[in-house]
Every structure is written in structure tokens, then in C-alpha cells.
């Protein structure tokens, strides 16, 4: 290798010199070259931009990747300039155990029927997922990553350079300095005084050229604020998007369950909504009150001689329906309802509407009223109020 000597011993004999001047400054053995306070406000913001964007962007990387291990991996391939591949969601993952639980339990099965909805819903949820984690990436977790490697790395290479810079005229202050206090006592040192006036010139200029770069550069920090204040808009509404999907889906899914749910559990613990099958003529109405603790005290419609009993039938209908004269309860509405069809009624969350219940009706259901609407309701819908 062809080493330049001279270059080096300069270079070296430079280093001492700024480590030196540091030392002394330190320890306050020599004067220091103090930035204007502006100057020192947009070292101090700059700072704490690097800082703060520094962490928003860990923890954003930690809500979006929870794994480490998989951070990892997308670290190693974004450093070697390989394309991260694509990786199962947890929502997808289970989508697919779902859906292979379904094929072994049956797909007609109550049971598989169910686990092939919900593992439908829970593949629209990590699609989802995947979407907002893709759209956050670029439109948040890029632009914070390419300031902290791009303009922050320009700015520390100037400031560290405009240090190198004052550490050097700080220097030639001191040997003008000493060369003035030699000066008085011989004249034979007149040239160095001369000389170092000249260095401390040159000194000063190359200080003042590189704090107007460091300066510009440090100002730039405020547009770096304008560009990241839109970068979080768009997180934000990315974010807003995904959790307005997962809602929607989950609502899908819950009108589908709750709309099929007495086709699903029938002959079980539930009845059917649209054929409801009375109970044996030897079951008394404690034994069937004593299956649904949280409504003990849901009047019944006494069976009245003359009357259909409609429910017996299997068929309601709510105009043949007389509310007790006393004993009806509010009910108020916890999730919106979709009627299935002509006997049930329709809900609304928060509503406040009148219940109570008939001999032989399955516990699961009761009579719901609304001003002149009337029908079947679910009681899972509903919050009993004393």
C-alpha cells in the first residue's frame, strides 16, 4: 500500500491538537468559541427530533410486528436489499385451522357450519391486518426510517465537522494569544504573530462557512416536522380504516350467527326460531323458568280457554298476542337484531322496548314490544331491567 507520510503525520499531529484544545476546555484551562443562543436552540431541537423519532419508530415497528424474531428477519433482509417475504397473519392462520376443523368435524355439522363462518371472518380480519401493516409501513414507518438514515446523518457529519472547526480556531486564538504575551517581552516574535493572525483569518472562515451550512441543515428540521405531521395523518387514517373493517366484520358475523342461530342449534339448547316445538305436557313452567337464571321473574301469558294457544302451534303471531294486564318488564337493547322473519322483531342497540314471556316458549326467546310492533326477540340481546 502506498501510504502518503506527510499526510498522516499531519492528520495525527491535527487529532492531538483538537483532542488537546477539548481537554482544556473541559477542564476550563482554555477559552471555548460559545454558539449564538438561536444557534444553540436548533442544536437542542434537532436533538430531541432525532430522539423522539427514534422511539415512535421502535414502538410503531413493535405494534405492527409484535415478534421479535420476525423484526429481526425483516431487518436483516431490508439490509441486504432483499424483499421481506410474505408472512401468514395470525387472523389468516387461524382462518385456515378453522376451516380444516370444519372439513373434520363436517362442514354440515352445527358445529363445522359455525367454525366455516367464523374462520371466513377471521380470514377478512387478517387480510385486513396485513393491508394496514403494509400501508403503515410506507406511509409512516419510511419517511421516519429515511430522515434517521438520510438527513440526520448528513446533519451529525456537519456538526461534527463545524466542531472540528471551532476546536481549530479555539487553537489559533490561543497561539495568537501566547505569540502577543512573547511579543511584548522579545520582537524578534513579531512573525509569529503575523502568522498566527493569518492562520486565526483563515480559521475563522472556514468556522463561519460551515456553521451557515450546519445551520441551514438544522432549520431543515422544521420541515421535517411539516412532512411528518402528514405522515401521521395518513397513519391515523390508516389505522381507522382497519379497525372500521374489523367492526364491520365482526357486525357481519354476529348478524349471520345471531340470524342463523336456531337453525344451528336445533334440537339442542336452543330452539328453532322458526318452529318453535312446545315442551312435554308433564313439564311444569318452574322446571323450564329454573333453565334461564337471569330472567326468573319474565311474566307468563296465562293460557286462556278459548283463546289459540299460537305458540303450542308452533306458529306466532304477535296480533293474536295479549300482554299480560301486570308484570311486563323493560328491556334495554345491547347489539342491533335483524328480524329472520314476520314473527320476530327487529332491534335497535340502546333501545328501550317491553318483554315478557308465554307458556311453552323457549327460554332463549321472549315477546318484545315496541309501540304498535310486537314479535319474537332473543334474550342474549337484551339487558332485563328490574
Sequence with gaps: ????????????????????????????????????????????????????????????????????????????????????????????????YMTE???????????????????ETQRRLGAA??????SA????????????????????????????????LDACKARLKKAKAAEAKAALWSDEVEKA?????????????????????????????????????????????????????MLDLQKQLGSSKGEIFSGTFVGNA??????AATSPPAVAAATLPAVPTIPVVPTIVGVPNTVAEGVLNPNEVKPPASGTRKARVLYDYEAADSTELALLADEMITVYSLPGMDPDWLIGERGNQKGKVPVTYLELLS
Aim: hydrophobic share 35%.
Design 197 to 249: 493572525e493569518q492562520e486565526l483569518r483563515l480559521t475563522q472562515t472556514e468556522f463561519d462557512r460551515q456553521a451557515e451550512v450546519t445551520r441551514l441543515l438544522l432549520e431543515g428540521i422544521s420541515s421535517t416536522h411539516v412532512n411528518h405531521l402528514r405522515c401521521l395523518h395518513e397513519f391515523v387514517e390508516s389505522q381507522t380504516n382497519y379497525y372500521a373493517q374489523c367492526y364491520q366484520y
Design 137 to 168: 409501513s410506507l406511509n409512516f414507518l419510511t419517511p421516519l426510517r429515511n430522515f434517521l438514515e438520510g438527513d440526520w446523518r448528513t446533519i451529525s457529519k456537519e456538526r461534527r465537522i463545524l466542531q472540528n472547526r471551532r476546536l481549530d
Design 1 to 96: 500500500m502506498d501510504f502518503n507520510v506527510k499526510k498522516l503525520a499531519s492528520d495525527a499531529g491535527v487529532f492531538f491538537s483538537r483532542a488537546m484544545q477539548f481537554t482544556e476546555e473541559k477542564l476550563g484551562q482554555a477559552e471555548k468559541t460559545e454558539l449564538d443562543a438561536h444557534f444553540e436552540n436548533l442544536l437542542a431541537r434537532a436533538d430531541c427530533t432525532k430522539n423522539w423519532t427514534e422511539k415512535i419508530l421502535r414502538q410503531t415497528e413493535v405494534l405492527l410486528q409484535p415478534n421479535p424474531s420476525a423484526r429481526v428477519e425483516e431487518f436483516l433482509y431490508e439490509k441486504l436489499d432483499r424483499k421481506v417475504p410474505s408472512r401468514v397473519t395470525n387472523g389468516e392462520l387461524l382462518a385456515q
Design 129 to 134: 391486518e396485513r393491508d394496514f401493516i403494509h
Design 101 to 119: 376443523a370444519a372439513n373434520d368435524f363436517g362442514p354440515g355439522t352445527p358445529y363445522g357450519k359455525t367454525l366455516i363462518k367464523v374462520g
Design 274 to 279: 322458526e318452529s318453535t316445538s312446545p315442551p
